[in-house]
């Protein structure tokens, strides 16, 4: 069973860049999809960024350009850089592992491990 637990959440001001982390425990780490997705307050979950094995990358149009999506197999981690951090960035970011086939990577639903949670809030 693989267990997920990010870090790198925190408080930003616009303009600025984070960087969140995401390590996997418990499993193998080999072929799995890794993805994030973020809970804006008040907001459904939405897809941020995935990355396929072995690092075919997809992001979502609010993020393309700004955040960068990464992993070491080796340490069984994934990243996401977040630049020019805007206000509406503001959500709970959570990491997932899966095997999704590549047209349902970007839905929730198809992701069988997840992480607890970050928060990042991005003030203007």
């Known amino acids: 069973q693989v267990q997920l637990v990010e870090s790198g959440g925190g408080l930003a001001q616009a303009g600025d860049s984070l960087r969140l982390s995401c390590e996997a425990s418990?499993?193998?780490?080999?072929?799995?999809?890794a993805a994030w997705f973020r809970q804006p307050p008040g907001k459904d979950r939405e897809f941020v960024a995935a990355i396929k094995w072995p690092g075919t990358y997809y992001y979502g149009d609010s993020v393309k350009g700004r955040f960068t999506i990464s992993r070491d197999n080796a340490k069984k981690t994934v990243y996401l850089q977040m630049n020019s951090l805007k206000a509406e960035d503001t959500a709970v970011y959570s990491c997932?592992?899966?095997?999704?086939?590549?047209?349902?990577?970007?839905?929730?639903?198809?992701?069988?491990?997840w992480g607890q949670g970050t928060q990042v809030t991005v003030t203007s």
């Open positions: 418990g499993g193998t780490f080999h072929g799995y999809t």
């Open positions: 997932a592992a899966g095997t999704p086939i590549t047209t349902t990577l970007r839905s929730h639903s198809v992701y069988a491990h």
